[in-house]
């Protein structure tokens, strides 16, 4: 083609030659121009492919021009030029059509590639120019002007180009915007109510390996709708997961409420658990909206009401327990008159005294045990009173029974230890006093039985004293200071034990023993 068009150029050049050196040859140079004007117009419009026989048939009749004025023969010359001129448009018009419809075609083709990539979102322009010029073009199509058709065809393609290179200069941010959705799919997933949106979660992750699939084939577009999708489904199981906590936090805060409501409560105290229900309805109805937010910010008023009703209940049932010991104090130093035991009831007023410390600081809980403690001190000593007294009694049976068996008393530091006969008056003692808990021992008495071991056991009315515990493993409490001399260790005063102690039940003797300070 392009050797053609240079000699077409040329043959032009030679007839000018010719036209200056035989001046009397009637030259058809205009004609011969516009004939080469003519060809080279047509192959624009790809005349050689869609017409290449009327094309070469333009040539053919230049070149025959060409010749007849070498020849001499202008007329001949002028006739070919002519020939040829109507031979160059006859392959233009043939060409329009199909040059115009290729281009349409291009156009096109750069669109789908373009919408593909999503360049109406980073391109939004120039994605805009092309689709304005593509429809331009199709229009001049139906219209028949297909030389304007091809030139809006070939803009919108130029258009869709550059919206082309924009979003491939964007692909990193669609990339990100995957593994950011897949980063919140995997954090929902490990929620502690993630059941609760199976299948929206199943569906979000369909969807980010579809957004993957897409984008590796560079379909932005399917890519990132896969992404929304995805996103769409990640916020319904948010919504899900949310009203599932929250209305598990309402049971359990409606569960909290029917523990603590009994009757007897202070009337502020049950305000407040009527003002956290009252917010526990509302939250149901805000949830029934999908309002999470306002149903969230209710469940928490009630949770706040709640525990505030605790603590005052917390409270009250402290200074309940500080009061009891209070009470049980006083009535021990009553009992107290010689003040034997003033130095274990100091500790427990102590105990009583930080526990009113502990309940200003809102430590109820610490108050209540140091008053469970006082409370503990408090039994042991009026239980040591009662045993005192027991043992003044005691005294006096034994002191009757003669001179001979006082003279039997046996000397062990600051203690005696002597064997009386059995049938000495024995104590009598409540069934209740008896009881013991599940962790000691309750075997019948048996004086062939090895040793055994008691944990001394603490109880708010009847903690065990050493006579308690000789009534329940020997059936007579006069026993008891068998117990003290074989517990000597960690007994320093037969009259007070503590809960906890361990101590060594030795087998029953043949005889009681009395017990008596030097």
């Known amino acids: 083609m392009k050797r053609r068009k240079n000699l077409i150029t040329l043959l032009v050049s030679v007839t000018c030659s010719i036209f200056i050196l035989a001046c009397d040859v009637d030259i058809p140079i ?56 109507l031979a160059a448009n006859d392959a233009k ?47 001049q199509y139906e219209q028949g002007d297909y030389v304007k058709s091809a030139e809006s065809a070939e803009k919108s ?34 929620e502690k109510n993630s059941n609760a949106a199976g299948t929206n979660l199943t569906k979000a992750e369909n969807s980010i390996k579809n957004a993957k699939s897409a984008f590796a084939d560079k379909d932005f577009k399917t890519s990132l709708q896969e992404v929304d999708s995805a996103k769409k489904e990640l916020d319904a199981a948010s919504l899900a997961i949310n009203k599932q906590r929250i ?49 969230d910010s209710r469940v928490n008023r009630a949770a706040g009401l709640v525990n505030g009703a605790k603590i005052k209940i917390k409270k009250n049932e402290a200074e309940v327990a500080l009061n009891k010991a209070e009470n049980q104090l006083a009535q021990a130093r009553k009992s107290d008159s010689d003040k034997k035991y003033d130095d274990n009831l100091n500790k427990a007023e102590n105990l009583i005294k930080n526990g009113r410390s502990l309940v200003a600081s809102s430590k109820f809980n610490d108050a209540i045990n140091n008053a469970d403690e006082a409370e503990s001190i408090i ?12 043992n003044l009694a005691l005294a006096t049976v034994s002191a009757g029974d003669g001179k001979e068996e006082d003279d039997q008393l046996t000397d062990t530091d600051d203690e005696s230890i002597a064997v009386v006969d059995t049938k000495t008056a024995e104590d009598t003692q409540t069934a ?22 008691y944990i001394v056991q603490g109880r708010k009315n009847n903690t065990d004293c ?22 000597k260790d960690q007994i320093k005063n037969p009259d007070l034990i503590f809960p906890g102690q361990r101590l060594v039940i030795p087998p029953k003797p043949d005889k009681r023993p009395l017990y008596r300070k030097n």
């Open 30 to 85: 205009n004609e011969m121009a516009a004939a080469k004007n003519g060809i080279e117009d047509a192959k624009k419009y790809d005349a050689e492919k869609y017409a290449p026989d009327e094309i070469k048939n333009a040539e053919a009749l230049l070149m025959q021009s060409h010749s007849n004025l070498v020849d001499g023969k202008g007329d001949n010359a002028k006739k070919s030029a002519n020939e040829a001129i």
């Open 432 to 453: 209740e006093d008896t009881k013991t808990d599940e962790s000691s021992i309750k075997d019948e008495p048996d004086k062939d039985v090895q040793e055994r071991t």
């Open 247 to 295: 209305s598990s936090s309402i049971a359990e805060v409606r569960s909290d409420i029917k523990n603590i409501q009994v009757s007897g409560l202070p009337q502020d105290i049950t305000n407040d658990l009527n003002s956290a229900t009252s917010e526990l309805n509302g939250a149901e109805q805000a949830l029934g909206q999908n309002n999470i937010k306002d149903a």
């Open 379 to 390: 039994s042991a000593v009026l239980n040591s009173i009662e045993t005192d007294a027991q």
């Open 157 to 190: 393609s130029d258009f869709f180009t550059k919206a082309l290179n924009d979003s491939l200069q964007n692909s990193s941010s669609i990339n990100n915007e995957i593994a950011s959705t897949e980063r919140r799919l995997n954090e929902i997933k490990k």
């Open 93 to 139: 018009n043939k060409s329009l059509q199909p040059y115009a419809d290729s281009k349409i075609k291009q156009s096109d083709e750069m669109y789908a590639l373009a919408d593909k990539a999503y360049s109406e979102r980073f391109s939004t322009e120039n994605f805009a120019q092309g689709k304005n010029f593509n429809s331009e073009a199709k229009s």
């Open 466 to 487: 050493l006579w308690r515990i000789a009534q329940r493993f020997y059936n007579d409490a006069s026993y008891w200071p068998v117990i003290y001399i074989h517990n």
